[in-house]
């Protein structure tokens, strides 16, 4: 399975007591087809999947079926957890929900020793559906699980039938160019950080999964076309913009503030769940008229 373009790794939407808002979904894979992205990914780091219940995963995945396949989007299920058989029916859902792939984040209390342990783990959450496309999502700054991913993916290319890549939200971009050049593009690397998607281009890969794909999809559409045009100023120049957005929101903690600019662009998502701090409308205000003074509205949005 080879993904290319834009998945967007879609923000869980919230009511005002923080409760699910499962009749978001529709407007938000709406918005999403119409700005040009590829696919969703759901109930990852974006989609606070460590703060939801199991049964909201579940049901978000049954949300999530029905309109990634109306709107034309892959659909790509988070399916990491810190115990088997949640992950297991986790795995189960998004194969009978229609899921394109799915995806798991290392543990996050009894962590995985190295590769080995990694792949163990993962050979077992993928029982229910071993054949369906898997992608390790590969984000040591929020597991706290740093791995050998190219020896991962040499051990998982025996053991897991649907190894399909790594989601890489990984700082080591050396490691990056080893495994692409390793395996001739044989795994599908797809890029986690938004703000240096021209550099994952530069070094290889075809696809990206982040979180600002949910309001500038067309932005990163522009560095994608310049870059495969060859025009490489203004694809630095687009970049450089996706810089300034991305540091602009982090200012405000970025996953509320992210939510936050989702209503900005007609899509109200709602509140971040605790222990995520809520913005007050102040603060919300503000941020706006920081992402006006850079040309948000106008760079990310046309």
């Known amino acids: 399975m080879k993904l290319k373009g834009l998945t967007a790794a879609v923000h869980t939407p919230m009511h005002a007591d923080y409760t699910v808002n499962y009749e978001c979904v529709p407007a938000q894979a709406e918005h999403l087809a ?16 460590h703060s939801l219940t199991t049964e909201e995963r579940l ?46 984040m290392a543990p996050t209390f009894f962590k ?10 993962f050979v077992e959450v993928v029982k229910p559906a071993p054949d369906l496309p898997f992608y390790f999502y590969d ?41 692409l050049k390793r395996n001739g593009h044989m795994h599908d690397m797809l890029f986690g950080c938004d703000e240096e998607l021209l550099e994952g281009l530069e070094i290889g890969c075809r696809g990206a999964v982040g979180s600002t794909y949910n ?31 991305v540091r602009t929101i982090a200012k405000y903690d970025y996953n509320p503030a992210a939510k936050a600019v989702m209503a900005m662009v007609g899509v109200d998502c709602g509140p971040a769940r605790p222990p995520l701090r809520g913005l007050s409308p102040e603060t919300i205000g503000n941020l706006k008229r920081d992402l006006e003074s850079i040309g948000f509205f106008d760079w990310a949005l046309k």
């Open 215 to 245: 309001f500038s999809a067309l932005l990163y559409q522009k560095i994608i076309s310049a870059f495969d045009e060859g025009e490489t100023e203004s694809a630095r120049r687009n970049q450089e913009r996706a810089a300034e957005m």
């Open 139 to 179: 984000i040591p700054t929020m597991t706290g699980v740093t791995v050998n991913t190219d020896e991962f993916l040499q051990r998982a290319e025996d053991r897991i039938p649907g190894l399909a890549g790594v989601k890489y939200t990984n700082p080591d971009r050396d490691q990056l160019r080893t495994i």
């Open 59 to 104: 049901n978000l995945f049954a949300a999530w079926g029905g309109e990634a396949r109306r709107h034309g989007l892959k659909f790509i299920a988070h399916v990491g957890h810190n115990n088997l058989p949640d992950a297991r029916a986790l795995v189960r859902s998004a194969r009978d929900n229609g899921a394109d792939a799915i995806s798991a």
């Open 34 to 49: 119409k700005a040009g992205a590829s696919g969703v990914f759901v109930t990852g780091t974006t989609g606070e999947c």
């Open 112 to 121: 995985p020793a190295d590769a080995a342990a990694l792949c163990d783990w």
